[in-house]
């Protein structure tokens, strides 16, 4: 199973924009990019997800590099709910690891009033 | 997005006793169910997949007859930890997907102590 490798903690101000960076050096062709957030004592809620394009949705932006070996979340305008760990697992869409998500440690993002 | 509940939220059992935890998708019907363990400060470990009407592929080093999973219907799985032991305290998570493997849903997990 592909890996991926964030940074262990971010910090960011209010109202300030928020990027995520993580790494998948080995990924696959058929491994979807997802980014889930959780916070403390809950499920991981699904953020974003992409394959090669970058992707806009109501919560944030997904910026995939031309190699698919990075992927960036873009968090426009961080607010205080948005403090949680972040994690970027890819999702097998071929194989024997079919639609397996395999979570690395994650970032926890500390936003600041 | 679609609606995933486990029951119980939070269970404390004595060592040697069984505990059942089940998930639920609510408003679609989950082809696949997937059962993580999160201990404290770590990331979330898969422990088995499980497709409707057949047996739950374990990963490696997880123990099938400790943890019993059966994923009878589309909109049910639950998961059975044998004999318990307070090394198995841990927060137990779920997640469901339907044919569409690109969005998994999470389920608030269960937080399960061991006396």
């Known amino acids: 199973d592909a890996k991926t490798t964030q940074p262990n903690s971010m910090e960011s101000n209010e109202e300030e924009p928020v990027h995520l960076p993580c790494n998948h050096s080995?990924?696959?062709?058929?491994?979807?990019i997802h980014w889930y957030r959780q916070l403390p004592s809950q499920g991981p809620e699904y953020v974003i997800h992409g394959l090669t394009s970058n992707v806009n949705n109501r919560m944030a932006s997904l910026a995939i590099a031309e190699d698919r070996k990075s992927s960036t979340l873009i968090l426009h305008r961080a607010t205080l709910r948005d403090a949680a760990v972040y994690y970027c697992?890819?999702?097998?869409?071929?194989?024997?690891?079919?639609?397996?998500?395999?979570f690395g440690q994650g970032t926890i993002l500390t936003v600041h009033p | 997005g679609a609606v995933v509940s486990q029951h119980p939220s939070r269970v404390i059992c004595k060592s040697g006793t069984s505990v059942k935890i089940e998930c639920r998708s609510l408003?679609?019907?989950?082809?696949?169910m997937f059962w993580y363990r999160q201990f404290p400060k770590q990331s979330l470990m898969l422990m088995a997949t499980s497709n409707e009407g057949s047996k739950a592929t374990y990963e490696q080093g997880v123990e099938k007859d400790k943890f019993l999973i059966n994923h009878a219907s589309l909109t049910l799985s639950t998961l059975t930890v044998t004999s318990a032991h307070p090394e198995d305290s841990s927060f137990y998570i779920c997640s469901a997907s339907s044919d569409d493997y690109y969005e998994q849903y999470f389920g608030p997990g269960t937080r399960l102590t061991v006396t």
């Open positions: 408003d679609f019907q989950a082809t696949t």
């Open positions: 080995t990924i696959s062709g058929t491994d979807y």
């Open positions: 697992p890819l999702i097998n869409a071929g194989g024997t690891s079919y639609g397996k998500l395999t």
